[in-house]
């Protein structure tokens, strides 16, 4: 093979894996709007379920009664999960989380949650989940000084709650979820 055979044949694999690497992003972005059209949809018929059936029958409960949530039982402790990120930021910024869980945003930037810094540039977010067992996928965003957002490349992060252990320790890293 000649040198120009040779360097035809990597260019086409190279090529090749471009265009896959393309197709897994495109099918990943895609899997991940069709979870959050999901999750709109089922906040929407969660909305239409609790909606009282007029204006009147909502007026006719009082305010704690309509945002009381289940009481829970004496013995069970609400899971807890405590996720920590390294990493070092520059003055004025700041790291945020953001999930697939109401306790986390529901993938809302506006309800994300902030992290705290600690030592040794180890951000820390505590946050309290309801009890029961859950799937919760997150990313860690940067907010910049100018109140830009950057998000967290790379597959989600991943955990379960409510298996038992709490605080449940998420010690992370950015750009491998």
């Known amino acids: 093979m000649s040198k120009r055979d040779i360097s035809l044949r990597y260019r086409e694999k190279f090529l090749q894996a471009k265009h896959q690497r393309q197709v897994r992003t495109y099918e990943a972005a895609w899997d991940e709007c069709i979870r959050r059209e999901r999750d709109a949809g089922q906040v929407a018929a969660d909305a239409r379920v609790r909606r009282p059936a007029s204006p009147e029958s909502a007026a006719e409960q009082p305010p704690a009664v309509r945002a009381r949530k289940p009481p829970l039982p004496e013995d069970v402790e609400p899971p807890v999960v405590e996720f920590s990120l390294t990493y070092h930021t520059k003055f004025g910024q700041e790291l945020c989380i953001v999930g697939s869980s109401a306790e986390l945003g529901s993938w809302d930037l506006e309800r994300r949650v902030p992290m705290s810094w600690t030592d040794g540039d180890v951000w820390v977010a505590k946050v309290e989940f309801p ?35 709490s605080p449940l320790k998420c010690p992370d890293r950015w750009g491998e979820g």
């Open 131 to 165: 009890p029961g067992k859950q799937d919760v996928q997150y990313k860690y965003l940067l907010k910049k000084s100018d109140g830009g957002i950057v998000w967290e490349s790379g597959l989600n992060h991943h955990t379960q709650v409510g298996m038992g252990v």
